[in-house]
Nanobody, 119 residues
Framework: QVQLVESGGGLVQAGGSLRLSCTASGRTFSGVAMCWFRQASGKEREFVGSMRWSGGTTYYSDSVKGRFTVSRNRALNTVHLQMDSLRPEDTAVYYC????????????WGQGTQVTVSS
């Protein structure tokens, strides 16, 4: 069973950058896609960005397009979320999720990492 573990969250000032990492352990991830979601306090979880595992095509929400970048290191079974030009409204718990080949949706979830952007 693949497990996802996030790291890299923290506190940063507006305009700063953070890089989140999500490492798949247990066995090599070879699913459909890896994705980042976030959930701010009192709000619903929202899509941030994703990468198709075959081909590497990326997708982003309009709110982060041009500021956030999803990348991967296949050898390390890791996907990254580079977050630049951070804003206070980016404050949330960030989750990585993976979709296995046999799943119809995102069936693998990390524990989440807190990102706080101060103004």
């Amino acid at each position: 069973q693949v497990q996802l573990v996030e790291s890299g969250g923290g506190l940063v000032q507006a305009g700063g950058s953070l890089r989140l990492s999500c490492t798949a352990s247990g066995r090599t991830f070879s699913g459909v896609a890896m994705c980042w979601f976030r959930q701010a306090s009192g709000k619903e979880r929202e899509f941030v960005g994703s990468m198709r595992w075959s081909g590497g095509t990326t997708y982003y929400s309009d709110s982060v397009k041009g500021r956030f970048t999803v990348s991967r290191n296949r050898a390390l079974n890791t996907v990254h979320l580079q977050m630049d030009s951070l804003r206070p409204e980016d404050t949330a718990v960030y989750y990585c999720a993976g979709q296995s080949v046999e799943a119809s949706g995102y069936n693998l979830w990390g524990q989440g990492t807190q990102v706080t952007v101060s103004s």
